[in-house]
């Protein structure tokens, strides 16, 4: 299995404010991936993360808003920029061990005020 | 990755079988089929995967159709800490890659 730790586990924002969520991992991974998952909904990818290069956005995320880094195999970090109340949700890191099985982290809870 | 098609909501009997069912008619001749859980406030936890052959691990059994058109998640012994949102993923191809995730069942054990 792996470990994933997610910092902070929550938080409470103003509007017009930036947030950057930490995911470290106990092993290194390849790929990690970020979602969020909005009041009452289903996970959604905003992103793949990978090392040495820049993160691939799916659809209707862009870097702009959710810059991603990941210096190193075991780290990643996603910022949520400009947040507004529609930006509350939870976001979750994921990573991939490459024998089909994803570990997630705990989430990160943000209200944007 | 393909969609998969999850009735909303489910009610089990504690101590009995859960039956949870999965349509993916649009599935393609290397994508699995993965089965992951969400417990209220957790991030989701891996349950069982497959691609064409039944499988069953310590947690759950996976029923694919010969057609792979659909599946069936089976929780042998259903407990009050199963109840859960479970959600049934089509896609990668051998490994996880990026899970695309539906809208889930919301799996409720009564005592």
């Known amino acids: 299995s792996a470990v994933i730790s997610q910092k902070p586990s929550r938080d409470i924002c103003q509007r017009g404010t930036s947030l950057t969520i930490q995911c470290q991992v106990d092993?290194?991974?390849?790929?990690m991936f970020w979602y969020r998952q909005q009041p009452g909904q289903s996970l959604t990818l905003i992103a793949t993360?990978?090392?040495?290069?820049?993160?691939?956005?799916e659809s209707g995320f862009v870097i702009d808003k959710f810059p991603i880094s990941r210096p190193n195999l075991t780290f990643s970090t996603l910022t949520v920029s400009n947040m507004s109340p529609e930006d509350s949700s939870i976001y979750l890191c994921?990573?991939?061990?490459?024998?089909?099985?994803?570990?997630f982290g705990q989430g990160t809870r943000l209200t944007v005020v | 990755d393909a969609k998969t098609t999850q009735p909303t909501s489910m009610d089990c009997a504690e101590g009995r079988a859960a039956n949870l069912p999965c349509n993916h008619s649009?599935?393609?001749?290397?994508?699995?089929v993965y089965w992951y859980r969400q417990i209220h406030s957790q991030g989701p936890q891996y349950i069982i995967h497959?691609?064409?052959n039944n499988e069953t691990n310590e947690m759950a059994s996976l029923i694919i159709t010969e057609d792979r058109k659909s599946s069936t998640l089976i929780l042998p012994h259903a407990t009050l800490r199963d109840t859960a949102v479970y959600y049934c993923?089509?896609?990668?191809?051998?490994?996880?890659?990026?899970?695309?995730f539906g809208t889930g069942t919301l799996l409720a054990v009564q005592p």
């Open positions: 649009t599935i393609s001749g290397n994508e699995y």
């Open positions: 993360a990978n090392q040495g290069s820049e993160a691939t956005y």
């Open positions: 497959g691609l064409k």
């Open positions: 092993s290194q991974v390849t790929m």
């Open positions: 994921s990573v991939d061990r490459g024998n089909a099985e994803a570990f």
């Open positions: 993923i089509a896609g990668g191809g051998g490994a996880t890659n990026k899970l695309i």
